[in-house]
């Protein structure tokens, strides 16, 4: 007799019923306490790409519910085929170690290598002793030390640890063909890597008349160190040539004007003075020829100067008494005893030649002026 199709129904409904839990203990089947688990190493991976880690189950059978733990967090699970083999895909953010689990059962851990991402760049003027910024990225931070290498032909010109992330200032002091390595000293789980950056550096020859963006690195170091300049215009005209000679006189080199490799490195490598006296006012140096213009007891201004062609201009604090605006020879004046001031003139070389004052260039005299006021202590020394 054929059920009436009311009943179609309830009987359907047992069998979904019936069915499920069976599905349910298939897939929640763990291993049982004389089961082993093993896990095989895996081949070395890129860091944040995703791979496998192979396993296998003893005795073998299928269907059984593995877990692959790190850290005791569960990352991938897996089952067994029937061979009692199964594989985790998993992405490699850590070395591990990994374990394998199921039920009770574990397996004896594992750790992964780990090739960790780095990106570099160098930046800067690539100039003799001007500062090289390198930024360098490393992924994950964890994977180890960052060391620079510079090599130049057959010598290392440099080496040290870098932090990861954060500029590092540098600076080469022979212009040539370098090398820059950035290199990771890898932490146990990761492997090593290095990146290479070729960079030229140049030393220009550069005198008056030059033009061009070597002049602009130039002129604006100059002013970024503090030496009287009346622009970064690209040009190598007569302030330029007087900052030039202000920055030899300042390290010690032949004043020439010019720049050559020596003067790129002494102005890359040069330190503000630090003044003889404390608080405001102005020190000329004899010996140098030099004169500083000290605020609050740094130096702010270096300018190049020519005193007494006979050593007469005199030594020892004075006070500035007198100021006088213009002036077709002596010009802007600044008097700090008796007939000598602090003054611009037409003709500023390299070395004492004045009658006795000290003479600064015509285009920063005015500007010069407007720093001194009356009563002003001047310092003047070898």
């Given at each position: 007799m054929r059920p009436p199709l009311s009943f179609l129904?309830?009987?359907?409904?047992v069998a979904i019923v019936a069915i499920a839990p069976m599905q349910a203990a298939a897939a929640g089947a763990v291993a049982n306490s004389g089961d082993a688990l093993s896990l095989s190493p895996p081949e070395v991976a890129t860091f944040g790409a995703t791979g496998w880690i192979d396993g296998t189950l003893a005795p073998a059978r299928a269907g059984v519910s593995v877990d692959l733990i790190r850290a005791g967090t569960v990352v991938a699970q897996a089952q067994t085929t029937t061979n009692g083999s199964?594989?985790?895909?998993?992405?490699?953010?850590?070395?591990?170690?990994?374990?394998?689990?199921s039920g009770s059962v574990s397996s004896a851990t594992v750790s992964a290598r780990?090739?960790?991402?780095?990106?570099?760049?160098?930046?800067?003027?690539?100039?003799?002793?001007q500062p090289l910024r390198l930024r360098a990225h490393l992924q994950p931070a964890?994977?180890?030390?960052?060391?620079?290498?510079?090599?130049?032909?057959?010598?290392?010109?440099?080496?040290?640890?870098?932090?990861?992330?954060?500029?590092?200032?540098?600076?080469?002091?022979?212009?040539?063909?370098?090398?820059?390595?950035?290199e990771v000293e890898p932490n146990a789980g990761y492997t090593q890597i290095a990146r290479k950056i070729r960079v030229r550096i140049t030393a220009p020859a550069l005198s008056i008349g030059s033009h061009g963006r070597a002049?602009?690195?130039?002129?604006?170091?100059?002013?970024?160190?503090?030496?009287?300049?009346?622009?970064?215009?690209?040009?190598?005209?007569?302030?330029?040539?007087?900052?030039?000679?202000?920055?030899?006189?300042?390290s010690g080199l032949s004043r020439s004007g010019r720049m050559s490799a020596a003067a790129w490195l002494a102005l890359g490598r040069s330190k503000?003075?630090?003044p003889r006296l404390h608080?405001?006012?102005?020190?000329?140096?004899?010996?140098?020829?030099?004169?500083?213009?000290?605020?609050?007891?740094?130096?702010?201004l270096i300018v190049p100067v020519s005193t007494g062609a006979t050593g007469n201009t005199p030594t020892g604090i004075f006070h500035v008494y007198s100021?006088?605006?213009?002036?077709?020879?002596?010009?802007?004046?600044?008097?700090?005893?008796?007939?000598?001031?602090?003054?611009?003139?037409?003709?500023?070389?390299?070395?004492?030649?004045?009658?006795?004052?000290?003479?600064?260039?015509?285009?920063?005299?005015?500007?010069?002026?407007?720093?001194?006021?009356?009563?002003m202590r001047v310092y003047i020394h070898y």
């Open positions: 129904p309830v009987v359907l409904a199964f594989a985790f895909n998993l992405r490699f953010v850590s070395p591990g170690p990994y374990q394998a689990r780990i090739r960790p991402l780095l990106t570099t760049s160098v930046h800067g003027d690539r100039v003799v002793g964890a994977a180890g030390k960052l060391r620079l290498i510079v090599i130049r032909g057959h010598h290392r010109s440099l080496s040290r640890f870098v932090a990861a992330g954060k500029p590092f200032t540098f600076a080469l002091s022979r212009a040539a063909r370098h090398a820059v390595w950035v002049v602009r690195v130039l002129e604006s170091t100059l002013i970024a160190h503090h030496f009287a300049l009346l622009h970064a215009d690209s040009s190598f005209g007569a302030d330029t040539l007087e900052a030039v000679y202000a920055l030899q006189k300042f503000p003075p630090r608080g405001s006012y102005i020190e000329v140096d004899k010996t140098k020829q030099v004169l500083y213009v000290v605020r609050d007891s740094k130096v702010t100021k006088v605006p213009g002036g077709a020879v002596m010009y802007y004046s600044n008097y700090f005893i008796g007939g000598f001031a602090i003054h611009g003139y037409v003709d500023v070389p390299p070395y004492p030649a004045s009658h006795g004052c000290v003479r600064v260039p015509m285009w920063i005299a005015t500007h010069l002026y407007g720093l001194i006021p009356t009563g």
